[in-house]
């Protein structure tokens, strides 16, 4: 039996003052998946986390929010969703029972129900140990995971992580990560905001690209990276003869004299076979070899101009490539 999308979103408009934020955004997201807004800081990701959680107010367009208009049944989305901000709303004063247990007050949870709410949430993201500690104490990691159970204290149908990983080190991101998949699992949708590439391959299920306002691309992950050509090998030399030789054989390639290295366009096995058999007909033999296939890093790239670290944003086409 087919599912009502979890987000519908059409011809969003957002300005502030005369500067437009938001240019005519449009998506659905999926129930029970995972959807990965990128984009560099300014593109308008945050306003359209802020406008879909009823914080802002829209100046153009319709939503709905587990089939709920965040204008009109503003208490409906709220009752539907979580939301963990860039920042993260854990009260350092408080234990960690006690943040989960005062979100079970303010959801009006019965007391008892709250409580075990509070309990499961502390197993569930492995706090048990520090429950009873200030979430001053915390790591970094842990005060996430603390933020991110806070928010499931309501069960939630859709959840909104706008950029969650900020400032965490690797390890603690990729716990993040796998408390997220959990709640896919579970049937939780979650609506993600990250520069981080590879937490957009990681997890999500779609991803669209913002650029100026506009999605400037859409779809899941592997099918983007089909809309950048560019995978290559790099071939490495032990000395320049051997080089040269190689650039004879293959002149297309771009060779680099000082890291004695050959770099070669090659999408696929195929085309990585080919050339070899052509080093082996010249009689010349790489010390390494390595593959390059574009990622979504490439992606953002290209379709932006610029790349995914936060740098003054260049012109993009607006053309939006669909699957």
Known sequence: MATDPAIIVADLHKSYGTQPVLRGVDLEVGAGTVFAMLGPNGAGKTTVVKILSTLFRADSGRIRIAGHDPVTEPDAVRAAIGVTGQFSAVDGLLTGTENLQLMADLHHLPRARGRARARALLEQFDLTDAAA?????????????????MTLVGEPQVIFLDEPTTGLDPRSRRELWTAVRTLVDDGVTVFLTTQYLEEADQLADDVAVLDHGHLVARGSPAHLKTLV??????????????????????????????????????????????????????????????????????????LTGHSATPTPPAPASRKVPTP
């Open 229 to 302: 050509p560019g995978g290559h090998v790099r071939l490495r030399f032990t000395d320049h003869p051997s080089l040269t030789a190689a650039t004879a054989a293959l002149p297309t390639a771009a060779p680099d004299p000082e890291a004695l290295t050959l770099q070669v366009h090659a999408d696929g096995y195929p085309a990585i076979r080919a050339l070899l058999a052509r080093l082996d007909t010249a009689g010349v033999q790489p010390e390494a070899l390595t593959t390059h296939t574009p990622d979504l890093d490439d992606v953002f790239l290209a």
């Open 133 to 149: 500690r200030p979430a001053s104490s915390y790591s970094g990691g842990m005060r996430r995971r603390l933020d991110l159970a």
